[in-house]
Each structure stands twice: as structure tokens, then as C-alpha cells.
């Protein structure tokens, strides 16, 4: 009866270590809109390997890439109240939150990956995301999507009074409401996982996006034409729950927070290799890709002034003033080279 009283207790101990050993590891469910083999779902694969591995095995990163758990408006909301734990979208969805982040979408804010990497990873890209925390969102660090392009599939765009008329779907924010307005032309706000079968259907005609969503997503099915406007670039701000972030040690928080800077280091270097490539393989499942000549391009940009500075009094002129000033430091370094 001893040595099986003693067995019992031996195993009730060890069952009782394993339910403390298993307590310990924290799960991380990370959601993204793209599909897989998006450039920023690897950059979300890096952060995984990266927590896993640093972590010994006490933090477990769990991706939600695809919109799987709802449009990135669900997701802010559920970060917020702590049931989900990490996030990447793009930077200016966060306007909602916190106004000054509309400055992220204005229109030819940046003209090279090399000013929005000095913008994101310094002082002004730090001092942004801090105003995230009273909104209960930590943000860790910036991935990019990369330079918007004009999709449809009416008609070839080659110059910019042929974007005219279109319906073209937006991101669900103001400003992106306001320059397709500008353009003449139609905005319908859609929820990214809604806009394969929008266009599919034809409720929109077009939609505007970087090359590898648009790659990604498929959009060469159900779109025909693309032109290369490169008319703005997003950043995306990898957040995660306040909530959440006060449970980890400092140990885990610097596991988390360095995993972040390292894969959004891997993150724009993928995405940038592949752009090329993806271009080429758009053109080869059927895009017609057409370039607006430089006297367009100026028209484009001409037409989208006045909405930066209606949105520039939003934001606030100040802190537009320091964006510009950020950017302008790069530009007299070195001579901006034409974004792709």
C-alpha cells in the first residue's frame, strides 16, 4: 500500500510540474490580412522562428495570415481588448485610433524605400507609435507593403483623366476617400478580405494596392489592366496588446521586441528582392501594365494637393513639418532615386 500511495504521489507531483511547465509557455496569435507567401507573412514566419527559438520555447507565435480572424478594424478592437495579441496592417488604419496617423497615407509623402526607412526606424517613427499606447496597442516596429499601384479591369491607364469614372475600392479611411474623389473618380470603402469577389462581381471596377498584394491576392484573375503610379507607400505598424505586453518578464518583452526589429529588417529586404519578379509574373498571367509619362505623373500629383492639405490641418501642420523635414534630410544626403 506504501510504494503505491508513494507512486501516486510521485505521478499527482509530476502531473502538477507539468501543468506549471505548461502555464508558462504564452501563445501569440498574430493576424495579417495578405495570403500566404506574402512578403509580410514571412516577415511574420521570421518573427515566429525568431520568438520561438530566443524564447526557449516559453513564448509560442501562432499566424493568422489571409484575414482569418476579420478585417484590420476587428483586429484593432480585439488587440485592444486582449484577445488577440499582435497585428501587422498598415500604419495609416490607425488614424481611427489616434489622428496624427492619416499622415502615413498621404499621397507622395515619400518618392524612395530609403526616406520611408529613415522616417519609420527613427525618432519620428518611434514618437508615432508611443501615441499608440494610451489606445492600448504597442507598437514594436514597421514592416512595409510598399508603393500603391491603380488597378482595373475597364481600361488602360495612361493618362490620368482615364482613372476617371472608375469605381475603385479603398482602404476604409478619409483620405484615400478624398484622392480617389480628387481623381474623378468612384471610392468604395471595402474590408481587404472583401475585394477578390467585389471586383470578381463587378460591384468595383478597380482597386490600388503594391505589387505583391496584388500578386498574392490573385488580382491578375478579375483584373486586367495596371499602371504603375506609385501615388503612395505603406508602412505597416507591428503592434501588440497592452494588455497582453504587461503579462511578459523584461526578459520576454526584449525577446519579442527584438524579434520584431529583426524581422521587419528580413521583411522590406524580401519584399523589395521580389518585387521584380512578381511585376514579371503579373505581366505573365495577363496584366497589362502601362507607365504614366512624367508630365502625367505631374499632373497626378498636382491633383492630389489639395486633399494633403486638407488632411495636412487634420494631422496637424506640425507634425506634417516634421515628416517633411525627416524626409528632406535623406533626400540632401542622398539624391531620392525614382520609386519602382
Do not use: C
Not at 76 to 105: C, R, T, W, Y
Not at 171 to 189: F, R
Not at 306 to 326: C, F, M, R, S
Request: proline share 4%; hydrophobic share 40%.
Amino acid at each position: 500500500m506504501k510504494r503505491v500511495f508513494i507512486k501516486t504521489v510521485i505521478a499527482t507531483v509530476a502531473m502538477a510540474a507539468m501543468g506549471i511547465a505548461s502555464a508558462q509557455v504564452k501563445t501569440i496569435k498574430f493576424a495579417n490580412q495578405n495570403n500566404a507567401g506574402h512578403p509580410i507573412v514571412q516577415g511574420m514566419e521570421k518573427f515566429k522562428e525568431i520568438v520561438e527559438k530566443n524564447s526557449g520555447g516559453k513564448l509560442k507565435v501562432n499566424l493568422f495570415p489571409g484575414g482569418t480572424l476579420g478585417s484590420d478594424q476587428a483586429n484593432v478592437s480585439a488587440i485592444q481588448g486582449g484577445s488577440l495579441e499582435m497585428a501587422s496592417m498598415n500604419s495609416g488604419i490607425f488614424a481611427s485610433q489616434v489622428k496624427e496617423f492619416g499622415v502615413f497615407d498621404f499621397p507622395f509623402m515619400f518618392a524612395s524605400t530609403k526616406e520611408a526607412d529613415a522616417v519609420v526606424d527613427g525618432a519620428f517613427g518611434k514618437k508615432m507609435h508611443a501615441k499608440l499606447e494610451e489606445k492600448g496597442l504597442i507598437g514594436l516596429a514597421y514592416y512595409e507593403l510598399g508603393f500603391r499601384h491603380l488597378t482595373n479591369g475597364k481600361r488602360a491607364i495612361n493618362k490620368v483623366s482615364d482613372i476617371e469614372g472608375l469605381k475603385l475600392r479603398v482602404i476604409p479611411n478619409p483620405i484615400n476617400v478624398d484622392w480617389v474623389k480628387a481623381l474623378g473618380a468612384n471610392p468604395t470603402p471595402l474590408p481587404w478580405p472583401e475585394v477578390y469577389a467585389a471586383l470578381e462581381q463587378g460591384a468595383v471596377d478597380g482597386q490600388e494596392n503594391p505589387i505583391p498584394t496584388i500578386n498574392s491576392a490573385k488580382l491578375y484573375e478579375v483584373q486586367k489592366h495596371m499602371a504603375l503610379t506609385a501615388h503612395q507607400y505603406n508602412p505597416q505598424s507591428v503592434v501588440i496588446s497592452k494588455k497582453f505586453w504587461e503579462t511578459l518578464s523584461a526578459a520576454e518583452k526584449k525577446v519579442v521586441a527584438d524579434a520584431a526589429a529583426e524581422s521587419a529588417k528580413f521583411q522590406r529586404d524580401t519584399a523589395r528582392n521580389l518585387e521584380a519578379g512578381l511585376l514579371a509574373n503579373l505581366k505573365k498571367n495577363g496584366m497589362q501594365v502601362t507607365q504614366l509619362s512624367e508630365s502625367e505623373m505631374s499632373i497626378l500629383r498636382d491633383k492630389m494637393r489639395p486633399v494633403t492639405a486638407k488632411h495636412g490641418v487634420t494631422v496637424g501642420q506640425d507634425l506634417v513639418k516634421e515628416l517633411q523635414a525627416e524626409i528632406e534630410k535623406v533626400r540632401t544626403a542622398v539624391p531620392a532615386k525614382k520609386a519602382k
